[in-house]
Protein backbone atom coordinates (compact mmCIF):
# COMPACT_ATOMS: atom_id res chain seq x y z
CA UNK A 1 0.00 0.00 0.00
CA UNK A 2 2.78 2.33 0.46
CA UNK A 3 4.19 1.77 -2.69
CA UNK A 4 0.36 3.38 -4.43
CA UNK A 5 0.42 5.99 -2.15
CA UNK A 6 4.08 7.26 -2.83
CA UNK A 7 2.83 6.95 -6.40
CA UNK A 8 5.24 3.88 -7.15
CA UNK A 9 2.40 1.53 -8.55
CA UNK A 10 5.18 -0.77 -10.16
CA UNK A 11 7.02 -1.37 -7.00
CA UNK A 12 3.77 -2.40 -5.37
CA UNK A 13 3.75 -5.85 -7.56
CA UNK A 14 6.16 -8.07 -6.10
CA UNK A 15 5.00 -7.47 -1.93
CA UNK A 16 1.76 -7.73 -3.34
CA UNK A 17 2.40 -11.17 -4.73
CA UNK A 18 4.26 -11.79 -1.47
CA UNK A 19 1.23 -10.50 0.86
CA UNK A 20 -1.00 -12.56 -1.44
CA UNK A 21 1.28 -16.34 -0.66
CA UNK A 22 1.26 -15.05 2.99
CA UNK A 23 -2.28 -14.61 3.36
CA UNK A 24 -3.00 -18.37 1.46
CA UNK A 25 -0.51 -19.58 3.88
CA UNK A 26 -1.98 -18.65 6.70
CA UNK A 27 -5.49 -19.02 5.53
CA UNK A 28 -6.54 -14.87 6.76
CA UNK A 29 -8.69 -14.81 3.65
CA UNK A 30 -10.28 -11.70 4.64
CA UNK A 31 -6.57 -9.89 4.26
CA UNK A 32 -6.01 -11.74 1.31
CA UNK A 33 -9.40 -10.09 -0.19
CA UNK A 34 -8.29 -6.64 1.04
CA UNK A 35 -4.50 -6.85 -0.68
CA UNK A 36 -6.38 -8.25 -3.84
CA UNK A 37 -8.14 -5.22 -4.28
CA UNK A 38 -5.04 -3.28 -4.44
CA UNK A 39 -3.41 -5.75 -6.36
CA UNK A 40 -6.30 -4.89 -8.73
CA UNK A 41 -5.67 -1.01 -8.73
CA UNK A 42 -2.19 -1.38 -9.34
CA UNK A 43 -2.72 -3.68 -12.34
CA UNK A 44 -5.47 -1.62 -13.72
CA UNK A 45 -3.44 1.69 -13.26
CA UNK A 46 -0.82 -0.35 -15.34
CA UNK A 47 -3.44 -0.98 -18.17
CA UNK A 48 -3.18 -4.65 -17.63
CA UNK A 49 -6.94 -5.47 -17.50
CA UNK A 50 -7.20 -8.81 -17.82
CA UNK A 51 -4.79 -9.69 -14.45
CA UNK A 52 -7.27 -6.79 -13.20
CA UNK A 53 -10.79 -8.41 -13.97
CA UNK A 54 -8.95 -12.23 -12.65
CA UNK A 55 -7.41 -10.29 -9.41
CA UNK A 56 -10.55 -8.26 -8.64
CA UNK A 57 -13.33 -11.24 -9.13
CA UNK A 58 -10.79 -13.47 -7.13
CA UNK A 59 -10.89 -10.36 -4.44
CA UNK A 60 -15.11 -10.58 -4.74
CA UNK A 61 -14.58 -14.22 -3.90
CA UNK A 62 -12.76 -13.96 -0.84
CA UNK A 63 -15.03 -11.12 0.21
CA UNK A 64 -18.04 -13.24 -0.30
CA UNK A 65 -16.39 -16.04 1.59
CA UNK A 66 -15.21 -14.17 4.20
CA UNK A 67 -18.63 -12.07 4.90
CA UNK A 68 -16.82 -8.80 3.91
CA UNK A 69 -18.73 -6.11 3.21
CA UNK A 70 -16.02 -3.84 2.22
CA UNK A 71 -14.11 -6.49 0.57
CA UNK A 72 -17.13 -7.13 -1.45
CA UNK A 73 -18.34 -3.70 -2.01
CA UNK A 74 -14.47 -2.90 -3.43
CA UNK A 75 -14.02 -5.75 -5.52
CA UNK A 76 -17.74 -4.26 -7.16
CA UNK A 77 -16.28 -1.05 -7.75
CA UNK A 78 -13.01 -2.21 -9.00
CA UNK A 79 -14.86 -4.60 -10.99
CA UNK A 80 -17.25 -1.55 -12.13
CA UNK A 81 -14.27 0.62 -13.05
CA UNK A 82 -12.65 -1.66 -15.30
CA UNK A 83 -15.77 -2.24 -17.08
CA UNK A 84 -16.03 1.59 -17.22
CA UNK A 85 -12.87 1.84 -18.89
CA UNK A 86 -13.90 -0.98 -21.52
CA UNK A 87 -16.92 0.71 -22.29
CA UNK A 88 -19.13 -1.65 -21.25
CA UNK A 89 -21.52 0.71 -19.32
CA UNK A 90 -24.35 -1.69 -18.55
CA UNK A 91 -22.08 -4.13 -16.63
CA UNK A 92 -20.55 -1.18 -14.91
CA UNK A 93 -23.46 0.39 -13.59
CA UNK A 94 -24.59 -3.36 -12.40
CA UNK A 95 -21.30 -3.60 -10.30
CA UNK A 96 -21.69 -0.12 -8.97
CA UNK A 97 -24.77 -0.60 -7.93
CA UNK A 98 -24.19 -3.54 -6.33
CA UNK A 99 -21.22 -2.00 -4.56
CA UNK A 100 -23.45 1.28 -3.43
CA UNK A 101 -26.69 -1.67 -1.82
CA UNK A 102 -23.89 -3.59 0.43
CA UNK A 103 -22.32 0.01 1.79
CA UNK A 104 -25.12 0.99 2.60
CA UNK A 105 -26.29 -2.30 3.95
CA UNK A 106 -22.97 -2.55 5.81
CA UNK A 107 -23.29 1.18 7.11
CA UNK A 108 -20.74 2.39 5.30
CA UNK A 109 -21.77 6.34 4.26
CA UNK A 110 -18.04 6.86 2.85
CA UNK A 111 -18.20 3.57 0.49
CA UNK A 112 -21.48 4.78 -0.40
CA UNK A 113 -20.51 7.82 -1.46
CA UNK A 114 -17.68 6.51 -3.47
CA UNK A 115 -19.47 3.69 -5.48
CA UNK A 116 -22.39 6.96 -6.36
CA UNK A 117 -19.51 9.23 -7.62
CA UNK A 118 -19.11 6.74 -10.42
CA UNK A 119 -22.94 5.57 -10.74
CA UNK A 120 -23.14 9.37 -11.72
CA UNK A 121 -20.16 9.13 -14.00
CA UNK A 122 -22.38 6.17 -15.52
CA UNK A 123 -25.53 8.04 -15.82
CA UNK A 124 -24.25 10.63 -17.09
CA UNK A 125 -22.29 8.48 -19.70
CA UNK A 126 -25.94 7.28 -20.84
CA UNK A 127 -27.70 10.07 -21.03
CA UNK A 128 -29.32 10.37 -17.96
CA UNK A 129 -28.57 14.06 -16.75
CA UNK A 130 -31.55 14.06 -14.37
CA UNK A 131 -30.10 11.41 -12.37
CA UNK A 132 -26.54 12.19 -12.77
CA UNK A 133 -27.09 15.64 -11.56
CA UNK A 134 -28.97 14.62 -8.55
CA UNK A 135 -26.07 12.05 -7.51
CA UNK A 136 -23.73 14.72 -8.26
CA UNK A 137 -25.41 17.33 -5.59
CA UNK A 138 -25.76 14.50 -2.97
CA UNK A 139 -22.31 13.89 -3.25
CA UNK A 140 -21.29 17.44 -2.77
CA UNK A 141 -23.56 18.08 -0.03
CA UNK A 142 -21.60 14.92 2.11
CA UNK A 143 -18.43 16.63 0.38
CA UNK A 144 -19.14 19.64 2.09
CA UNK A 145 -20.20 17.63 5.25
CA UNK A 146 -17.04 15.85 5.48
CA UNK A 147 -14.55 18.35 4.77
CA UNK A 148 -13.46 16.04 1.58
CA UNK A 149 -11.83 18.65 -0.69
CA UNK A 150 -11.13 15.67 -3.18
CA UNK A 151 -14.83 14.77 -3.20
CA UNK A 152 -15.62 18.52 -3.83
CA UNK A 153 -13.75 18.73 -6.62
CA UNK A 154 -15.01 15.60 -8.49
CA UNK A 155 -17.88 16.94 -8.16
CA UNK A 156 -18.07 20.56 -9.38
CA UNK A 157 -15.97 18.79 -12.28
CA UNK A 158 -18.89 16.46 -12.54
CA UNK A 159 -21.50 19.25 -12.77
CA UNK A 160 -19.19 21.07 -14.99
CA UNK A 161 -19.59 18.37 -17.47
CA UNK A 162 -23.04 17.86 -17.08
CA UNK A 163 -23.68 21.73 -17.76
CA UNK A 164 -21.86 21.32 -20.70
CA UNK A 165 -23.73 18.28 -21.96
CA UNK A 166 -26.67 20.73 -21.83
CA UNK A 167 -25.23 23.40 -23.34
CA UNK A 168 -25.06 25.84 -20.00
Avoid at 16 to 27: N, V
Avoid at 122 to 132: K, R, S
Amino acid sequence: RAYVLAGKADLALVPLRRSETLYLESRHRAALARSLIWHAQVLGSRMRYGEMRDVAKRALSEGEATHNPAATGDAHRALGVLATMLGDWPAASAHFRRAVAISAAAGDSSGVMTSTKYVADVALAAGDIATAKRLARERLDWARLTDDANARYEMYRLLANIAEREND
